[in-house]
Structures are given as structure tokens and as C-alpha cells.
């Protein structure tokens, strides 16, 4: 939307304000007119800041501040004929400010897409969850959720200045005429410890109200609202109920909670293991299981690990960079904890660098969380250690070159020169060049184990001579997902030397004398 298209909506609005202003014949409906040209005005405000935080364009921005100005001009009609701001005593003035802006015909000349969203968004801006259509449209769903998040901010900012004044001094049109009683409806509670909007028509009093509002934050969208709501303190007055019962402390500080953990939201990344879920770490499984969105190496990583989660589901083995940061960028905007699903340990061969340079530029939190991986379960299943005296004291976990180039002095040639233990990654749909780099350094009947799909049900192993690799991996089909293990250490256990001395009887230290 342009500069002057947006200007052009906000002149009419505010002829529209002046002339149900002057409709006003008594003192109570210009007082309650001026109210929600304040709120209208308030919200404006709040859009702005929002969308900043969100950084969207200018033509984002108009239009998210059209729909701040026109989503409340139902509500002058409305008060003017029922004297009442209670949709359920009057008319839905969601839909009543939608019906008034297409026959304004303000929105013409307007692109269709920008018509249809500023009167959909209008229309259901108070609506107890997102319509249909908002989850189907990532752009309408974004001024729906701009516009109730920002329309709520107010409400409370309103809400938090009248319970702030004497009581004598407090417009009872504000709460809707509600009496002034002790206690709170367990049905207002219940919808606290459920973590979602109370219904309006489970409200009974004042405080019944006021705990309403409080939950409202359970259908807030951005990270960016949660802390306006810390930072102005606008639950404060209104949660603040004489006489609390247990249930009502306990209410209000699930919600203070929820507050923190909105705020503290992050992204992790977590190494998934090399397959069995079995693998993945307490920590690891903890956090998956609490997060909304999940973005996982779907060529990689085990379906099972993704069962009975209640995430979002992405699979990136389609996705660019760009796309898996956009992903990840809208979400944590949306207070949502996200996970970014490895296989094996991040620390391997797991393209992260980038992804967290990223999330660095846009100042996004993140944690890493480490995982197994597929050699250290690969060790395991061999029951095999990969370090002996005598036989190897070095590990080198390295993978050939292909059309991502290695280092230099990298090359597997001028690795197996050390004749250490060999892991290679990456690698085994090129077993002919593998075995043809090896035996530059290393001897002929150094014994080899190729391991597909370490943990998940359907591995296989092989084993077998150096010299042999390539033909051996051929006949099996193998071409991906497979490590190769180069090295002494994986003859018979009769032949490779010593044992250790760290519990040979005649070993003394500090431990045992």
C-alpha cells in the first residue's frame, strides 16, 4: 500500500470520528465516542511498533496501520443505537466495522490483495482464535495477528487507567456494567490453567473481568507484545483483586510464568543422534517435546523421533538457507520455542556455521544442545574401542573430497600417512576412490567396517580388507548414509598388543597404592 493510500484512509477516518461526534447528544456517548477514537489512535501506535519489531516494509506497514484506524468503526453505530460496547447485547462489531469500510468504498483503488486483507483482518480482528482462511494465508494471518495483538495492548492500557482511578470516578460502561463482587467463576480459572482465552460469557462480576483480560495473553503473537506487556506493567492493576483466593493467586501467576517463558523463548539446535530416539539426550528430548515449531533434516533424521510432537513440522531438506531462516526468524518473532533437528552431534558435519551466523545478524537467541554420534554409535555396536595402546592412540574423523572441496593437506592420502584410526563420513558412494586414497599409506589387509544406517532398524555392517572395500561396498548397494572405519584396531583383540595398563595390577596411581 502507498504513502497517500494510507493517508487517504486516515482522513476519512477521522471525518467518520467528527460526525458521530457530533451525533453525540449527551455527555456519556461523547465520552464513550472519545474513548475509542483514544483507543483507535493507541493502537495505531501499537501497530507500528510491532510491525518495526517484525521489520516490515513500508507498504507492509500502511496497510497494517489502515487496519489499525478502521478496525473499531462499527463501534460508534454500535454504542449510538444499543448503548453498549457487549457485542453479545448489541451486534458483532467485528463484522459491523467490515460492512461499513466496503460500503465507504475507501478501499478503492486499492490492489485486490491488499483489499481483501484489510477487510478480513477488520472483520475478524475480534474473534475468539484465527478463522480458517488466516491459517491457509501467511499474509492475512500476519495483519490478523498484528491487529489483535495490538487492539489488546490498548484494551488492557485502557482497563489498567480505570482500575487505577477511585472508584467513584470509574465510567462502569468501561467494564460493561459488571457489579463490583468478591470472587472469581471457576470456569474463568479453568480456562487460565488451560492456557487460553476465558469466555465472555462465563463472566459474572468485575473480577471475573479482570481475570478475563489476564487471559488474554494466552492468545498473543509476537515476542515483541510480550515485552510491552512486561515493560508498561499493564496486567499489574488489572490482576490485582482484593481478596484473592488460593486458586486466583496461583491463576495469576501461570500467567506471569507464561509472560517469562514467551520472553525467554529460543531457538536450539539439537543433535537428534544417529538414529535410535533411544539416543536422543534427556535434555534434548525434553526441550523437542515442549517446542511449537521444529525444522529437521527429513533426509536424515528418524520419523520416529518426530512422533507425538504438537510442533509445526518442517522438513529442510527442501529448503535453501534463506527459507530455513525465515522460518526460524518468524517464529522466535512469534514468541514460539524452536528446534533446528541434526543428525549425529552438531559438532560434526553438521552445517550449522551458518545457520547460527544468521541468527547472530538478527540478534536471535539460540542454544546448542549436543547429540551422539553416528561413529560413537557405530564404536558401540561394534562394541569397540578406537583408541588402543599400541595400536592407535588417534582418531580422525574426516570424509573424501567431492563437490565440496576439502583443505589441502587434508586429502585422505596424506591423511593415512598416520595410519591412525579412520572414520570417514560422506563417502561411501565414492568406495572406489576411498580405497584407492588409503592404500597410499595404508597396508592392504588393514581390516575395514562400513556401517549403513547406524541404530535404525534396518543397519547393516560390513567388514572386510582394505584392499577389497570398494568391491565389497559395491555388491551391497551401499551408496549414502554409511560410515567407513580404516585401521589396526579393528583386527581380532588377540592381535593387537598390549592391553592397557589403567587396571594392569602392577599400575600404581593416585587412586590405587
Known amino acids: 500500500m502507498k504513502s497517500e493510500e494510507f493517508e487517504r484512509i486516515k482522513r476519512w477516518f477521522n471525518d467518520y470520528l467528527e460526525q458521530y461526534l457530533q451525533k453525540a447528544r449527551d455527555e456519556d456517548v461523547r465520552e464513550n465516542f472519545k474513548l475509542k477514537a483514544e483507543h483507535t489512535f493507541k493502537v495505531e501506535e501499537n501497530i507500528v511498533r510491532l510491525a518495526d519489531s517484525l521489520g516490515l516494509n513500508d507498504s507492509q506497514k500502511n496497510i497494517a496501520r489502515a487496519i489499525a484506524f478502521l478496525h473499531d468503526v462499527g463501534r460508534f453505530p454500535q454504542y449510538l443505537q444499543y448503548r453498549t460496547f457487549r457485542d453479545a447485547e448489541s451486534v458483532n462489531h467485528g463484522v459491523l466495522s467490515s460492512e461499513i469500510v466496503e460500503k465507504s468504498g475507501i478501499l478503492e483503488g486499492l490492489s485486490d490483495g491488499d483489499r481483501d486483507i484489510i477487510i478480513e483482518a477488520v472483520k ?25 495483538d495490538a487492539d489488546k495492548l490498548d484494551i488492557w492500557r ?45 463472566v459474572k462480576n468485575q473480577n471475573d473481568f479482570r481475570m478475563l483480560q489476564l487471559s488474554w495473553v494466552f492468545d498473543l503473537n509476537f515476542k515483541e507484545s510480550f515485552r510491552i506487556v512486561k515493560e508498561v506493567g499493564h496486567l499489574s492493576l488489572i490482576g490485582d483483586i482484593s481478596k484473592p483466593s488460593e486458586s486466583v493467586i496461583n491463576a495469576i501467576r501461570e500467567v506471569e510464568d507464561y509472560i517469562e517463558r514467551k520472553l525467554k523463548s529460543k531457538v536450539y539446535f539439537i543433535g537428534a543422534g544417529p538414529g535410535d530416539p533411544e539416543l536422543l539426550t534427556v535434555k534434548g528430548r525434553r526441550i523437542l517435546n515442549s ?117 589441502e593437506k587434508e586429502r585422505l592420502r596424506d591423511l593415512a600417512v598416520h595410519n591412525a584410526t579412520m572414520i570417514i563420513f560422506l563417502s561411501a558412494g565414492m568406495a572406489d576412490k576411498v580405497q584407492e586414497e588409503l592404500l597410499q599409506a595404508y597396508p592392504e589387509d588393514t581390516p575395514f567396517v562400513v556401517i549403513e544406517k547406524a541404530t535404525w532398524p534396518e543397519q547393516s555392517i560390513l567388514r572386510g580388507r582394505l584392499k577389497e572395500l570398494a568391491e565389497t561396498v559395491r555388491k551391497a548397494g551401499i551408496k549414502k548414509t554409511a560410515l567407513i572405519y580404516v585401521g589396526k584396531v579393528f583386527r581380532e583383540l588377540g592381535d593387537l598388543g598390549r592391553e592397557s595398563r589403567l587396571y594392569d595390577s602392577k599400575f600404581r596411581h593416585s587412586y590405587r597404592n
Open 124 to 148: 475478524f480482528h475480534n474473534s475468539l482464535s484465527l478463522p480458517d482462511k488466516a491459517l491457509q494465508s501467511p499474509a492475512l494471518g500476519l495483519f490478523l495477528k498484528l491487529i489483535r
Open 158 to 202: 485502557v482497563f489498567r487507567e480505570y482500575f487505577s482511578l477511585p472508584a467513584e470516578q470509574r465510567n462502569k460502561g468501561t467494564v460493561l456494567g459488571l457489579p463490583d463482587t468478591e470472587g472469581v467463576s471457576e470456569e474463568i480459572l479453568t480456562a487460565i490453567r488451560e492456557k487460553r482465552i476465558a469466555f465472555l460469557k462465563d
Open 291 to 407: 517446542a511449537e515449531v521444529v525444522i529437521y533434516a527429513g533426509s536424515l533424521i528418524n520419523p520416529a523421533l518426530l512422533e507425538g510432537l504438537r510442533a509445526d513440522l518442517y522438513d529442510s531438506s527442501g529448503m535453501t538457507l534463506d527459507e530455513i531462516i525465515e522460518r526460524i526468524k518468524l517464529a522466535y518473532q512469534e514468541a514460539k520455542t524452536v528446534v533446528r533437528l541434526h543428525s549425529g552431534d552438531l559438532s560434526i558435519y553438521s552445517a550449522i556455521n551458518e545457520q547460527i551466523e544468521r541468527l547472530r545478524r538478527l540478534n536471535i537467541d539460540f542454544e546448542l544442545i549436543p547429540g551422539v554420534s553416528s561413529f560413537q554409535a557405530g564404536a558401540a555396536i561394534l562394541a569397540q574401542e578406537l583408541t588402543i595402546p599400541e595400536a592407535s592412540q588417534t582418531i580422525i574423523l574426516t570424509r573424501l573430497e567431492g563437490r565440496t572441496p576439502v583443505p
